[in-house]
């Protein structure tokens, strides 16, 4: 099973920064991985597609990039409302789509 | 407007049984391959199963292999997950989601708000 791992687990940062979440699968994934975000109480939300396709509705601080084992999701300039859990998956061993465990952004 | 909306969660005691549904509209349902994927409490998220458009093909995470069963009504536009020989650590919100497929890329583009199903004696 391809297993990803998300890094850090959880930041600090303050609305304005640029923050930087990265993403390792266990083996090559080509550029079969996404990025959703899940505030509290909320479903997760599709941000990114196929590592750096912007889903529709998605502000552009928000970015995508990486191919094979290594992905990074950008936020250029936080803001408020981008606090909170960032999930990558890959899809390249489908069905299951695995999850990596998540990244937790919280104001600083 | 897409809309997915879960429903028959609750409390069951371990070796019950419930059906979660999900209720779809907005968009073309018969076209999609549809899935479960669920999020224990404080926990990250875990795909459980899914089913292709014309429920010709069909999967299960190893963890609810045997136990759980997805089904599609097209002409309803639902999706159903029956779940039996429940267990505790099947203690979870359960989310059903759309798979969308762009550039050969298989994404989940639409959630519904999820059903939490609590597992306890």
């Known amino acids: 099973d391809i297993q990803m791992t998300q890094s850090p687990s959880s930041l600090s940062a303050s609305v304005g920064d640029r923050v930087t979440i990265t993403c390792r699968a266990s083996?090559?994934?080509?550029?079969?991985l996404n990025w959703y975000q899940q505030k509290p109480g909320k479903a997760p939300r599709l941000l990114i597609y196929a590592a750096s396709s912007l889903q529709s509705g998605v502000p552009s601080r928000f970015s995508g990039s990486g191919s094979g084992t290594d992905f990074t999701l950008t936020i250029s300039s936080l803001q408020p409302e981008d606090f909170a859990t960032y999930y990558c998956?890959?899809?390249?061993?489908?069905?299951?789509?695995?999850f990596g465990q998540g990244t937790r952004v919280e104001i600083k | 407007e897409v809309q997915l909306v879960e429903s028959g969660g609750g409390l069951v005691k371990p070796g019950g049984s419930l059906r979660l549904s999900c209720a779809a509209s907005?968009?073309?349902?018969?076209?999609?391959?549809l899935n479960w994927v669920r999020q224990a409490p404080g926990k990250g998220l875990e795909w459980v199963s899914s089913?292709?458009?014309?429920?010709?093909?069909?999967y299960y995470a190893d963890s609810v292999k045997g136990r759980f069963t997805i089904s599609r009504d097209n002409a309803k536009d639902s999706l159903y997950l029956q779940m039996d020989s429940l267990r505790a650590d099947d203690t979870a919100i359960y989310y059903c989601a759309r798979r969308e497929m762009i550039f050969g890329v298989s994404h989940l583009d639409y959630w519904g708000q999820g059903t939490l199903v609590t597992v306890s004696s």
């Open positions: 998956q890959q899809t390249y061993s489908t069905p299951q789509g695995t």
């Open positions: 907005g968009f073309t349902f018969r076209s999609y391959t």
């Open positions: 083996q090559s994934i080509n550029s079969y």
């Open positions: 089913i292709s458009s014309s429920s010709s093909y069909i």
